[in-house]
Nanobody, 117 residues
Framework: QVQLVESGGGLVQPGGSLRLSCTASGINFSTHSMSWYRQAPGKERELVAIISSAGITNYGDSAKGRFTISRDNAKNTMLLQMNSLKSEDTAVYYC???????????WGQGTQVTVSS
């Protein structure tokens, strides 16, 4: 059974930082690209950042220069370091895994990030 479990969300003041974690089980983690998406109330889900199985990263416009995605294949874990947070970063953040060369895609349940003073 595949499970993606996000953690690290919470309430933070504008300008603050959070680190999100996604831990996977039931998949060969090293052969999956991993990504973070977010969805704010009333908005569509959008890509935040993606890291390939080879460690190549790419970011959505909203994350460039502020967020850093990384992965630790030994721990089956992906991280998202978020700095200089803004109120518009408030959303539910989801972890996604996609198998290289395949169609299998898995999602986590999400973790709430709220940026507010």
């Amino acid at each position: 059974q595949v499970q993606l479990v996000e953690s690290g969300g919470g309430l933070v003041q504008p300008g603050g930082s959070l680190r999100l974690s996604c831990t996977a089980s039931g998949i060969n983690f090293s052969t999956h690209s991993m990504s973070w998406y977010r969805q704010a109330p009333g908005k569509e889900r959008e890509l935040v950042a993606i890291i390939s199985s080879a460690g190549i990263t790419n970011y959505g416009d909203s994350a460039k220069g502020r967020f850093t995605i990384s992965r630790d294949n030994a721990k089956n874990t992906m991280l998202l370091q978020m700095n200089s947070l803004k109120s518009e970063d408030t959303a539910v953040y989801y972890c996604k895994a996609r198998r290289d060369g395949g169609l299998s895609t898995y999602w986590g349940q999400g973790t709430q990030v709220t940026v507010s003073s």
